[in-house]
């Protein structure tokens, strides 16, 4: 089974990758805790699903076991639940010697790491991740958070996990398009690293995804260890974390506009892919034909999407406020060609709108 590191020093940890991967958490727990109570922590829908089974493992091998069930939702990470988080763990008297495992999503993990990094000033967690989105971004690379009235992860820390694992059986149960939400991250890695893993997605789009385990194990090991290593270089987004954004200024301003609730995260992305690969023509001199060829397995995904209305104009005015611009510049991470990303500021808004244009075109004529 693959395994993955993050290599921080002393905070190192392990991502365990593949079907069963929850059957290493009692060798994974018994390294990190001692003889501390372990709390875990679910996504509601998750327990429901899977969490019986996993949580009566997980009580036959630790010996003080406590758990809560949370519902997830954007509008739920909030204060409010991150409140009810830390009032249940010091109700229950947690101590800095204890362990908090989260079980869930992307919104399960960053609460629930948000919370384990403010209680008592920090006790230390680990994730089982449970979606695609999850396993191949959000539990990788220690940023926690809740959103905030003014936009979304706005109040957060980074407080890396001591383990996670990204269990495969667990995607049996995920719907359609939070499979397709992950695989816009996905299909970002492979525009980020190139030739090897675009490959294996171009074989992804023409096979099932729920029966193609050994592709798709090879297809997430890829996106974490390239992750895994950007973090390990520059933790908290200095500069080289950045280039993770690719596809990400046109994506927020895409999921800014329909308030959120229009396109989930990833399928944005995968817009948002387009738009850089668009830009990426017009202000770099790429290789335009292997350009060609990833873009066309952009393209295959976005078919898959739902067709939303977008507006030019709003979408414009949405990339003005990102709050990932650089002071009162743009920010674009643009191809060179698949596996060359470079980081591009201050581009005119002309050309910028004119990607625009070409990216809601091509949307429109190719989402589903
Ligand atoms: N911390 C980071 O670096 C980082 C990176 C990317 C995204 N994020 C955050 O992650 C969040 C999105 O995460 P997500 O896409 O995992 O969404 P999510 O956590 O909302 O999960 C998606 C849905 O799937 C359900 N679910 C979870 N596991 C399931 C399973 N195995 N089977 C069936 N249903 C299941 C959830 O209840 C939810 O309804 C956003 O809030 C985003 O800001 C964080």
Redesign the pocket.
Known sequence: MPVVKVKLGARSYPITIGTGATDKLPQLLSKVRADGRLFVIY????YA??GHGLSRRLKSSVSDYTELTI????RL?SQRTLNQLTDFLLSEKISRSDFVLAC???????LV?FAAASVLRGVRWGIVS?????MV?????G???I?HRQG??LVGAFWQPSFVTCDLN??????ER?LM??MG?IVKYAGLIGSRMLEDCRKFTDCDARTADGLLTRLIAQSVAYKADIVSKDETEGKLRMVLNLGHTFGHAIEKCQNYGGL???EAVLVGLVGAIELSRMVRKPNLAKLAEYEQIVLRHVKALPKKNLSKKELINAMATDKKRSGRSNRFILLDRPGKPVIMENISSRLVGQAVDKTLKKYLQHGG
């Open positions: 996504d509601s829908r998750f699903l899977h519902p997830v939702s954007e990470k869930g999503g992307g919104i399960l993990s960053d790491g449970t979606t695609l989105l999850g971004d959000a539990a990788i690379g940023k926690t958070g959103n979304k992860n667990h995607l049996a149960t995920l719907p939070e939400a992950g991250e989930r995260h990833g």
